[in-house]
């Protein structure tokens, strides 16, 4: 494969499918909900703060294993169990259905993959307009780079690196090693700084 398209997913009022209740799912959850998705989430157990969503009405809970035919009518598919073969079955009926599928423990088993996301509202400048920008970077199958990265950007965004001129905002999104060249090199420089820094914290505390 040589590498994934990155595109925005409107989901409101859109199904989406969950499959597993557990710690993985707590975490991919509460985007899908703020995004307005449906969610559907399939397991027999969830964790007291999913519990609490289903109580709530926020998500619904079907309680029980997965069985073939759940994914009926979703548009975007989670397998997040701790089961490797749910999880597959699961990626095998979204593949069948042609529903684009994250799986949790084998990325390369979905069709899918989930990036690291951040919203930022950076200080309005003459190449940044007001309101809020939505960061999303995968990190080329390292979890801890893509978070390092999206760091350092929505820093950079929050201390209004980014105040260019229209030529050099143009200049600048030339992508090269996976940052920007342009004549404001010195912005790259510190944000592949504030990358490595991120990402050796990150290492400490895993």
Known sequence: MSGYYL????????RVV????????QRRLPPLVAAGAAVEVIAPQLTPTLEGLAGDGVITWQQRS?????????WYVL???DAPAVNAAVADEAHSARIFCVRADQAAGGT??????ATVTPVATSAVTPGPVQ?????GGDPRRAVAVRDAVAEALRQNAFD???HEADALVQPIGGFARGPRGEVDRACARRAREVERGTRERL
């Open 7 to 14: 595109s925005g997913l409107d989901l409101t009022g859109r």
């Open 18 to 25: 969950v499959v597993g209740g557990g710690a993985v799912a």
């Open 66 to 74: 997965y069985r073939r035919g759940d994914l009926d009518g979703a």
């Open 79 to 81: 397998a997040l169990t």
């Open 112 to 117: 899918a993959v989930t990036p690291a996301t």
């Open 135 to 139: 960061l999303a970077v995968l990190g």
């Open 164 to 166: 260019l001129t229209p």
